[in-house]
């Protein structure tokens, strides 16, 4: 039986880190608890690694993501030494995410393979990965003519187009509702049955472009509802695709809100430095002139990852900026077309917490939780969950417990993975109070709930 070769160049990765086995063990843990992966690892697992074992994917990728963060700098799977050769059950989609062919086919072949429980779980089960976004630049593209096979049928017509837009408040409104694991899989089904029917029928070129828009909004639906459930690998290439289908669209406003969303996943993932680039690529293909709702949204994510990087200047900046442009909107109600004042205020609390103005974050979360619909399940959790910590921060346990409470009112209508870790975070934030009666209470109804498997 062959012997392994050491990794020589895992060995060198872990020198220009300064990391010790035991350190790149738990940096790999805590990337995968982010991504809803319960990992173990410890020293002993890095020090077979380097004596040439190679861990299952997505194990590799979460290394090379750990090495990423660590050295400033992008550092490849290949590069780590742990990557595998191909295998004969890999799926082509995790082996190149940019595939080949025009963003239509590309959305086809990802919803077929997310339709069929197998292959669902081999990208479900992949991780996020750094080196695999797509190009963030924007440059409209013209959009692919079906061939003629395909455009036989029916032409497509505004009625269509106005489907389009009512199935995106439809899924919009089920997800602020009960989470994005409800109905996700229904979105997926819809997006390749109904939809990949209608952009294969003929029509006029600019119906045809609005047509490719209300795709690309119902692709980054998906994207975002896949995140919510879990998924950020998933989630990582619906955006790529709602990427494509706005540049064929020549839709700037929905490409600079997908690089906004992607912002937003690389933040809660922890990846803070390719968050804040994700933004900063929002912000310049929104430019100057777009809608002030839009700017407004694009500035608000730029300025809590200039927070999380500690550019205090720059972040109070573009606050000031997102707030003046958040004046100005008049855009129709809609979930591309209009940016809540509940969203921004909570956008500002958690820009706020990063500065370290607590007590003004839990200001603008409790103006946020009072301005929630009660029937926006997820929306309104999370905000109360974001209240009820920095309450505690603050030291008012009596307060923070009456926020719980109302979390546990709305967290049995959501499947939502960050639901899920507000739960997780309330247990461990009271266990030390749990003597005091107001965390009793509150504990006691939280044991009565249990965070669900990650959902498909």
């Known amino acids: 039986m062959a012997r392994h070769q050491p990794n020589r160049h895992l060995a060198r990765l872990l020198n220009e880190a300064r990391w010790n086995p035991a350190e790149l063990a738990r940096t790999v843990n805590d990337l995968g608890a982010a991504q809803g992966l319960r990992l173990r690892y410890d020293r002993t697992s890095v020090a077979h690694w380097l004596t040439g074992s190679r861990p299952r994917p997505p194990i590799p990728d979460l290394v090379a993501s750990a090495f990423s963060r660590r050295c400033g700098r992008l550092v490849t799977t290949r590069e780590t030494g742990l990557a595998r050769g191909p295998q004969a059950t890999e799926d082509p989609l995790l ?42 630049f924007w440059s409209p593209e013209r959009p692919a003519v079906p061939p003629p096979a ?25 997800m602020e509702r009960h989470g994005g694991a409800h109905a996700r899989t229904a979105l997926t089904a819809y997006l390749t049955d109904d939809t990949s029917r209608l952009l294969a029928a003929p029509a006029r070129p600019s119906l045809r472009r609005e047509l490719l828009s209300g795709a690309g909004q119902l692709t980054h639906l998906l994207a975002r509802m896949s995140m919510d459930a879990g998924h950020p690998s998933l989630a990582q290439r619906y955006f790529a ?96 077309t209009h940016y809540p004042r509940p969203g921004l205020d909570y956008q500002h609390g958690r820009t706020l917490i990063a ?102």
């Not at 997310?114 to 750094?130: E, F, H, I, M």
């Not at 996943?265 to 310049?284: K, R, S, T, W």
């Not at 209240?387 to 926020?403: F, K, N, P, R, Y």
């Not at 009112?409 to 009666?437: E, M």
Request: aromatic residues 6%; charged residues 25%; contains cysteine.
């Open 95 to 136: 082996a190149d995410q940019d595939m080949p062919g025009n963003a239509l086919d590309r959305l086809a072949a990802l919803t077929h393979a997310d339709t069929d429980p197998a292959r669902r779980a081999v990208l479900t089960g992949s991780a996020y990965d750094l080196g695999a976004t797509s190009a963030t």
């Open 150 to 174: 395909r455009a036989a049928g029916p032409r497509a017509t505004p009625a269509d187009v106005q489907r389009l837009r009512w199935m995106v408040h439809i899924f919009a409104d089920l």
């Open 241 to 336: 695709a709602a990427l494509g289908l706005a540049r064929e669209a020549d839709d700037r406003g929905l490409f600079a809100t997908t690089l906004r969303a992607m912002s937003t996943q690389a933040l809660y993932l922890g990846f803070e430095e390719h968050a804040g680039d994700l933004a900063d690529a929002a912000v310049d293909t929104a430019g100057r002139r777009a809608d002030p709702a839009l700017r407004a949204f694009v500035l608000s994510q730029r300025a809590l990852t200039h927070a999380r990087t500690r550019r205090r200047r720059e972040a109070v900046r573009d606050l000031t900026a997102a707030e003046t442009q958040h004046d100005r909107a008049t855009g129709l109600p809609g979930p591309f």
């Open 355 to 456: 500065l370290g103005d607590t007590a003004g974050a839990t200001r603008l979360f409790s103006g946020a939780a009072e301005a929630r619909a009660e029937d926006r399940h997820r929306s309104s959790a999370l905000t109360r969950a974001r209240l009820a910590d920095t309450l505690l921060t603050l030291g008012h346990l009596e307060e923070s417990c009456v926020q719980w409470h109302v979390f546990l009112d709305h967290y049995p209508s959501l499947r939502s993975a960050p639901a899920d870790q507000a739960l997780r975070r309330l247990r461990g934030s009271l266990s030390g109070f749990r003597r005091r009666p107001y965390a009793a209470a509150v504990l006691h109804r939280a044991r009565g709930l249990t965070v669900p498997p990650s959902p498909t």
